[in-house]
């Protein structure tokens, strides 16, 4: 059974920095890839960021500020988000689907995560 689990989310400093952690369990990363979606209050869920094994994409949105990451080791999926803007403010979900090429097209994945709520404010 596969499943995703994140952590990390919390309070920040506009400015501030955050690594979010994407456990996944009943599958290898190997052959899956990783996208990172964030739903904000009365605002659609948007794709942000995807790591596969032979592409890694980011919106427009975070370029330059996230970077995504897999530890095969620990089979985890980080995103660390860096210059953080209270228009970050949202819950974060990682997802999972069988494939080597990554998307930021939400239903194209088979399994997501329960989200974890990353808040920027001073």
């Known amino acids: 059974q596969l499943q995703l689990v994140e952590s990390g989310g919390g309070l920040v400093q506009p400015g501030g920095s955050l690594r979010l952690s994407c456990a996944a369990s009943g599958f290898t990363l190997d052959t899956y890839a990783i996208g990172w979606f964030r739903q904000a209050p009365g605002k659609e869920r948007e794709g942000i960021s995807c790591i596969g094994n032979y592409n890694t994409f980011y919106a427009d949105s975070v370029k330059g500020r996230f970077t995504t990451s897999t530890d095969n080791a620990k089979n985890t999926v980080y995103l660390q988000m860096n210059t953080l803007k209270p228009e970050d403010t949202a819950i974060y979900y990682c997802?999972?689907?069988?494939?080597?090429?990554?998307?930021?097209?939400?239903?194209?994945?088979?399994?997501w995560g329960q989200g974890t709520q990353v808040t920027v404010s001073s």
């Open positions: 997802a999972a689907r069988s494939a080597y090429f990554c998307t930021i097209d939400g239903p194209s994945y088979e399994s």
